[in-house]
């Protein structure tokens, strides 16, 4: 008698932040009736990278929705690092602004760290100053990165309690890997950090009840790596040639995950790519804009979720 697999859970993150959207607009709604506080989004982006462009456009109408203040500032290829660090300074003090994100990538004349550190840490909405780095390292409020924050907030969802459980986060970056291990220590997992050099890797995968996948190479990790059951968090949005000759012969590509498909068959929740974690970036990114909004007017934010 043949045993049918089982098929995971897929966990809808399009739906999950289309309602966080909800509750940060409704908080955004009270803030501004009750204390004349609009927060205030800038994001300012250089150069002409077409998939910038769609990313940068899509938080403007979002942030908008949302009842906040949207200000975009498009610069030119050419513009040089000074008059950049001086678009910043200007951001850090006008008081409308509560939140300052640059979109990456810049160009390469431009050192990302430097502009990155020349952001006020209290409007750092992406959670990268390296002040807010260590606020998260220590368990001090701050701003936390955007996609790790989103992904604790659907481990959270489908899961409750996180204690005690296996986690273990395959990448290291300070953008996802690092900020995301921290996160799931401060809900008192046993948390391993895991990459390109970790010894029998798939053996390591293979202990997590929570695997965060965030490496980004193409469905790196394979069925057999992932226990029985266990939640799977695919971080990885990567473009690779269309399944269909014809297409990919034509240039077309498609987006695949760090996680192959098949990790349906053994894990018990999965977020899937696209529509899993992605979406939940630009929702989280409110969700600090507004946060930010209360700390610097010195106003407890109302809880929004993880």
């Not at 501004?32 to 990278?49: S, T």
């Not at 996609?147 to 990448?171: E, F, H, I, R, Y």
């Not at 987006?255 to 974690?277: F, H, N, S, Y």
């Amino acid at each position: 008698m043949s045993v049918e697999p089982q098929s995971a859970t897929l966990i809808d993150g399009k739906a999950f932040s289309a309602t966080l959207v909800q509750r940060v607009a409704a908080a955004v709604e009270r803030l501004e009736a009750d204390h004349g506080v609009k927060p205030g989004l800038a994001v300012v982006i250089v150069g002409e990278d077409p998939a910038s462009q769609i990313y940068v456009r899509n938080k403007g109408e979002t942030t908008l929705r949302a009842g906040m203040r949207s200000d975009t500032h498009r610069l030119a290829e050419t513009t040089s690092q000074a008059e950049l660090l001086a678009l910043i300074a200007q951001l850090n003090a006008d008081a409308g602004i509560h939140g300052i994100l640059v979109q990456l990538p810049l160009p390469a004349y431009i050192d990302a760290t430097v502009v990155l550190d020349a952001i006020a840490p209290d409007k750092d909405v992406d959670g990268f100053h390296v002040v807010n780095a260590g606020r998260l390292a220590v368990g001090l409020p701050g701003l936390v990165p955007c996609t790790p924050l989103g992904c604790l907030m659907l481990l959270k969802d489908q899961l409750g309690d996180l204690s005690g459980l296996n986690a273990v986060v395959v990448g290291r970056s300070n953008i996802v890997g690092k900020p995301m291990a921290q996160l799931l220590l401060g809900e008192s997992c046993t948390v391993t950090i895991a990459h390109s050099r970790t010894r029998d890797l798939p053996a390591v995968c293979r202990e997590a009840d929570i695997l965060v996948a965030a490496v980004g190479r193409p469905e790196m990790i394979r069925n057999d790596w992932i226990k029985p059951g266990a939640t799977v968090i695919d971080v990885g949005i990567n473009r690779v040639p269309s399944a269909d000759p014809v297409k990919a012969a034509e240039g077309k590509t498609r987006v695949v995950g760090d996680v192959a498909k098949t990790a349906v068959e053994v894990a018990g929740r999965l977020t899937p790519v696209p529509g899993g974690v992605g979406p939940m970036t630009i929702a989280c990114l409110l969700a600090n804009t507004y946060s930010a909004a209360c700390r610097i007017n010195n106003i407890e934010p109302e809880p929004l979720g993880a």
